[in-house]
């Protein structure tokens, strides 16, 4: 993840701003404060050049970056919060939270991130009532929307299910984004088409996927996926042997493989060009976030599937505009046109 200039240049106003920093007041040092504002060092000294351009603040070769301003108050004031719930949810810097931190600031809000359980915790929150909007993601039960709509502020859900009609959802629509990907996988004449999604996942969104995947394939008459998945895992190097396990066990080679997500997508990608024996199947990529595009794909043959809507942007929208809706975002279809 790549975070843009001016979301950490304002992280950093953000962290003075917050914690009350004097003039005079040391900050920690670069690779500490790197940390803190989840950025590359590179970026971090990019944003306090700016700033000492601004006399914000002052750098002194050997002794440190001292505050050269009292910063009341950040200049994005008004703050959303950002609850992702649940364990496997998105984590401080992610993907997802930095791409509804540059929307919010595009409407002068700083974000507040906020990870919790699965069940509400309203003491993490009673500090926090007067923020200007709520964004609850990740495992969103009935009892978080229940208790975001309690609050009496704008709140808006990403999750597969409308639990409260006080609380905006936006929905992915696995199940049809499934189904467009997989029917232009057969059109293009794949007929066996392995998954790296598991058949007994505990999360709902994935079981959906799955279960749409079984359903077109039967559609079509073509057969099942064998009984064993790859282990997609989260290091490159539990993917990779998972590969190398379920290519081994394939009865017959693969013609199609249906993944979810850039990064397991460029790791089976690199697999394949590591291992030129094998077959080179087409592959069909479902992205929930259409920022992730595969310009560094190196084969053409690659369908993938995005959100005809920005994400992000809806959430943000949605708690700004004051309407309560839910949104379905479909998909649309992208043919990579690369090198082979």
Same mark, same amino acid.
Request: net charge neutral.
């Given at each position: 993840?790549? /975070?843009?200039?001016?979301?950490?240049? %304002? @992280?950093?106003?953000? +962290?003075?701003?917050?914690? $009350?920093?004097? #003039?005079?007041?040391?900050?920690?040092?670069?690779?500490?404060?790197?940390?803190?504002?989840?950025?590359?060092?590179?970026?971090?000294?990019?944003?306090?050049?700016?700033?000492?351009?601004?006399?914000?603040?002052?750098?002194?070769?050997?002794?440190?970056?001292?505050?050269?301003?009292?910063? @009341?108050?950040?200049?994005?004031?008004?703050?959303?919060?950002?609850?992702?719930?649940?364990? /496997?949810?998105?984590?401080?810097?992610?993907?997802?939270?930095?791409?509804?931190? %540059?929307?919010?600031?595009?409407?002068?809000?700083?974000?507040?991130?906020? !990870?919790?359980?699965?069940?509400? %915790?309203?003491?993490? &929150?009673?500090?926090?009532?007067?923020?200007? $909007?709520?964004?609850?993601?990740?495992? /969103?039960?009935?009892?978080?929307?229940? =208790?975001?709509?309690?609050?009496?502020?704008?709140?808006?859900?990403?999750?597969?299910?409308?639990?409260?009609?006080?609380?905006?959802?936006?929905? +992915?629509? =696995?199940?049809?984004?499934?189904?467009?990907?997989?029917?232009?996988?057969?059109?293009?004449?794949?007929?066996?088409?392995?998954?790296t999604f598991p058949a007994n996942s505990p999360y709902h969104s994935i079981r959906l996927i799955f279960n749409t995947y079984q359903s077109v394939l039967k559609e079509h008459g073509l057969p099942l996926p064998p009984?064993?998945?790859?282990?997609?895992?989260?290091?490159? %190097?539990? &993917?990779?042997? $998972?590969?190398?396990?379920?290519?081994?066990?394939?009865?017959?080679?693969?013609? $199609?493989?249906? /993944?979810?997500?850039?990064?397991?997508? *460029?790791?089976?990608?690199?697999?394949?060009?590591?291992?030129?024996?094998?077959?080179?199947?087409?592959?069909?990529?479902?992205?929930?976030?259409?920022? =992730?595009? &595969?310009?560094?794909?190196?084969?053409?043959?690659?369908?993938?599937?995005? !959100?005809?809507? =920005?994400?992000?942007? #809806?959430? *943000?929208?949605?708690?700004?505009s004051g309407n309560i809706e839910h949104v379905l975002l479909p998909g649309k279809l992208m043919e990579y046109k690369g090198n082979p």
């Amino acid at each position: 993840m790549t /975070v843009k200039f001016h979301i950490a240049r %304002e @992280r950093v106003i953000n +962290y003075i701003a917050g914690n $009350g920093f004097e #003039k005079g007041a040391k900050l920690p040092n670069e690779k500490e404060f790197a940390a803190i504002c989840g950025v590359s060092i590179i970026t971090l000294r990019r944003a306090l050049a700016e700033l000492e351009a601004n006399n914000l603040v002052e750098r002194i070769h050997g002794r440190g970056t001292f505050v050269n301003m009292n910063l @009341r108050n950040s200049p994005l004031d008004k703050h959303l919060l950002f609850v992702s719930i649940g364990k /496997v949810s998105e984590g401080r810097y992610s993907d997802m939270l930095l791409s509804i931190e %540059e929307e919010a600031a595009k409407r002068g809000c700083r974000i507040e991130y906020l !990870q919790v359980g699965e069940q509400p %915790e309203t003491s993490l &929150l009673t500090n926090l009532a007067d923020c200007k $909007g709520m964004i609850l993601f990740g495992w /969103v039960t009935r009892a978080w929307a229940d =208790y975001a709509a309690s609050l009496r502020i704008p709140a808006v859900a990403v999750s597969l299910e409308h639990f409260n009609p006080a609380v905006s959802t936006v929905t +992915y629509d =696995y199940a049809g984004m499934s189904r467009l990907l997989l029917e232009r996988m057969i059109e293009r004449g794949a007929r066996n088409i392995g998954t790296t999604f598991p058949a007994n996942s505990p999360y709902h969104s994935i079981r959906l996927i799955f279960n749409t995947y079984q359903s077109v394939l039967k559609e079509h008459g073509l057969p099942l996926p064998p009984p064993k998945q790859p282990e997609t895992g989260l290091s490159r %190097e539990g &993917l990779y042997t $998972g590969l190398e396990e379920f290519f081994a066990g394939l009865p017959e080679p693969l013609d $199609g493989i249906f /993944v979810a997500g850039s990064a397991i997508y *460029v790791n089976l990608l690199n697999f394949l060009l590591e291992h030129p024996s094998l077959p080179r199947p087409l592959i069909g990529v479902l992205q929930p976030l259409p920022g =992730y595009r &595969l310009e560094s794909a190196r084969l053409k043959n690659t369908i993938s599937v995005i !959100q005809e809507s =920005y994400l992000p942007e #809806k959430v *943000v929208e949605l708690l700004f505009s004051g309407n309560i809706e839910h949104v379905l975002l479909p998909g649309k279809l992208m043919e990579y046109k690369g090198n082979p």
